[in-house]
């Protein structure tokens, strides 16, 4: 039994002790996280595209040639990053060559080349519950603050009633490839977020959690043949009673 226990706490204590020096190290690195700046810094799309499905259900609105969507919270505009996007992206319009998109309370202004012009907050007792934007036969921006329609003058920002009754322009679900947007990806998933999943075995799903889980036995099971071997030592050297040379 001893000899047994012996040949297994070997065979064993290789695969747990590289399983333990993964542990050791990413258990170090995540203790140092922000001191060595991997919760800031990002992993390559290669790596993040292991997170997520070829083919990503998002938030978002088409605008002629353009589309928008809402992803980790980051408003891009036909692939690309443009700003922040609090409150998940809830309407969007083509007016006066901009773009003008609801993110939250936060009216976001952009220009013909997507670039940022401006945000304006409209919690702070300008306009309240607005949930979409549309463009009147006038030409007019129109939004929906409250379940009423009001004329929004972007140039002074003052609120005038309106008889708008047409079509507002909310947001819906977009199917987007990850190949269609390559820059999709690029600040996803932390090199943090990656080094606990790989530390939990998450990163693999449910058969990486399920191996660490079979690691994790494989210790015991070394903890307790080493405690019964150091309960039975193997008496070297001793002849049997009753045996003499």
């Known amino acids: 039994m001893i000899n047994f226990l012996r040949s297994l706490h070997r065979r064993t204590g290789v695969i747990a002790g590289l399983f333990l020096l993964f542990m050791a190290i990413s258990g170090v690195l995540l203790n140092h996280a922000e001191r060595l700046a991997i919760s800031g810094s990002f992993v390559p799309e290669w790596i993040a595209g292991k997170y997520f499905t070829p083919e990503l259900h998002l938030t978002g609105v088409v605008l ?8 980790d919270g980051r408003l891009l505009l036909d692939g690309s990053g443009v700003t922040f996007c609090d409150g998940g992206l809830l309407s969007a319009v083509s007016i006066h060559e901009r773009i003008i998109v609801l993110c939250g309370s ?3 202004l952009l220009d013909s080349a997507g670039q ?17 934007l549309a463009v009147s036969t006038a030409d007019t921006l129109v939004i929906r603050s409250a379940g009423r329609p009001a004329n929004l003058a972007l140039d002074t920002l003052t609120l005038q009633p309106s008889s708008f009754t047409g079509s507002w322009l909310t947001s819906g679900e977009v199917l987007i490839s990850q190949a269609d947007l ?3 990806l690029h600040d996803a998933i932390t090199w943090e977020q990656f080094l606990l999943d790989l530390h939990s075995g998450a990163f693999f799903g449910l058969p990486g959690i399920l191996f660490s889980d079979v690691l994790a036995l494989i210790i015991v099971v ?13 008496r070297a050297g001793r002849c ?3 045996d003499k040379e």
């Open 106 to 108: 936060d009216l976001i």
């Open 116 to 132: 940022l012009e401006e945000r304006i907050s409209l919690g702070q007792g300008f306009a309240a519950d607005v949930d979409a």
């Open 222 to 234: 070394m903890v307790l043949s080493g405690f019964v071997m150091a309960a039975n030592p193997r």
């Open 182 to 184: 390559p820059g999709l």
């Open 240 to 242: 049997p009673s009753g």
């Open 64 to 71: 002629g040639e353009h589309q928008l969507v809402e992803f």
